[in-house]
């Protein structure tokens, strides 16, 4: 079986601050790790992913994840925000052989001007 | 951005009456998958498809059926429609399973009222 948490259902950021939106997982086997973000009132876009190879990945926007075994974590960054970050963000997990991803339940981002 | 689109994207009906949610994708893309949106919740997976004809249950696919008669269209039927069932639902597409280098792309999703 595959999970997914994400302790932080809303974080408020200053604009031009750093953020930190946390995921950690659950499998038993090596897994696929995703990060989805949605602005309001529109479908999900992939932000990043990580498959294999470095443990640091760099996506969309500015945004970057790291990939930690140790820890079964997942966690985006960004190291200075915009109003336009505005979001909803999911992590989301896949387990090697499976064919169904997992979503996390979300972390609001609300950028503060 | 990926041709994927939804109808109708707002719909507003009565416990009891049957509701059918159309998908249309213009990728040729062999995975398609329905899932629903709630707060506090995240996304589901209600149903998916993995071809033409070819579909398996998610982890909340009681009171939903789905049909897949071409590869570009994935259907999704609720047979009686409950209060439930008032959610915001998303199709999305693949090339493959999830599992891998392909993306899910999501289409705009359909917001659901049931009164």
């Not at chain 1, 750093?18 to 989805?36: D, I, T």
């Not at chain 1, 990945?57 to 990939?67: L, P, S, T």
Request: with cysteine; proline share 4%.
């Amino acid at each position: 079986a595959q999970s997914v948490t994400q302790l932080d259902s809303q974080v408020p950021v200053f604009e031009e601050a750093p953020v930190e939106l946390r995921c950690n997982y659950s499998s038993s086997v090596s897994v696929y790790l995703f990060w989805y973000v949605q602005y309001p009132n529109q479908g999900l876009q992939l932000l990043l992913k990580y498959l294999s190879g470095s443990t640091l990945v760099k996506g969309i926007n500015g945004f970057e994840a790291e990939f930690n075994k140790s820890q079964t974590s997942f966690h985006l960054r960004k190291p200075s925000v915009h109003i336009s970050d505005t979001a909803e963000y999911f992590c989301a997990v896949i387990a090697f052989g499976n064919e169904k991803l997992t979503f996390g339940t979300g972390t609001r981002l609300t950028i503060i001007p | 951005d990926a041709g994927i689109t939804q109808s109708p994207r707002h719909k507003v009906t009565e416990t009891g009456t049957p509701v059918t949610l159309r998908c249309h994708q213009t990728e040729n893309h062999r995975y398609m998958y329905w899932y629903r949106q709630d707060p506090g919740h995240g996304l589901r997976l209600i149903h998916y498809s993995y071809g033409v004809k070819d579909t398996d249950k998610g982890e909340v696919s009681d009171g939903y059926s789905v049909s897949r008669s071409k590869t570009e269209d994935f259907l999704l039927t609720l047979e009686s429609a409950t209060s439930s069932q008032t959610s915001v639902y998303f199709c999305a597409i693949s090339e493959s399973p999830s599992g891998g280098t392909d993306t899910q792309y999501f289409g705009p999703g359909t917001r659901l009222t049931v009164l």
